[in-house]
C-alpha cells in the first residue's frame, strides 16, 4: 500500500502536510488522479516541491492519505451507530441509515466520487479500498451476529461484504444522476439490504 515518508509531528508540519493533502483534494477531485502533476499539487499548496518528497513518495500516496481520512470518518462513525443497536429491528434501521449517510458524505464532498475512481485504477489504491471494506464487514457482522445467531459469521461477513461493494457502487453512479433518480436508486439500494436482512 502506498504509504506516506513520515508523519508530520510539530505544529508547523503538520499545517504544511495538511496544505498538500488540501491542494490535491481540490485537483484531483475536479480533475481526476492522473492528470495532476506533483508539480501543480506544489504550486496549488504554496509549498516546494521538495516539501511534497519530505512526505509522500508519488501521487498515489497522497491518494492513499486522503482516502485513509475518508475512511477513518465513516469508520468512526459506523463504529458509533453499531454500538448503539440493542435489537434486530434497530440492526435492520441501522444498515439504511448507514446507507443513508454514505449517500450524505458523497452529496457535501462532490470530489469524493472522483478521487475513489481513481484509487479504482490502481491496483495498491484498489486493494486499499477493499481491506477498508473488509474491516467494516466484519464490525458490522460481529454486530449483526448477536442478532442472527443460527447463521455463522463467515455467511453474514459475506452478505455484508457484497452489501458493502453494492452502496459504494450505487452511491457512485447516484452522484452522475439527477437528484430524483438518484434518490430512486438509493431507496432501491434499501429496499434489497430491507429484504436480505429479513431472509436471515
Known sequence: MPESRRTPSQARSKEKYEQILRAATALIGERGND???MREIAKHAGVALSSIYQYFPDKNAILAAIMQSYFQQIRQNLSE???SWQSEKEAQQGIINTIDMF??????EPVLATLWAGMQANKQ??????EDTQINAKLLSEKLRDFY???SF????AAVTLLLHTAGMAVRIAMDLPEEKSLALMEELKTLATLRLQSL
Open 125 to 130: 489504491l484498489k486493494d486499499l479500498d477493499t
Open 81 to 83: 451507530k453499531v454500538a
Open 35 to 37: 492528470s495532476v502533476s
Open 103 to 108: 449517500y450524505a458524505l458523497f452529496k457535501e
Open 149 to 151: 445467531p443460527q447463521h
Open 154 to 157: 463467515e455467511a453474514l461477513h
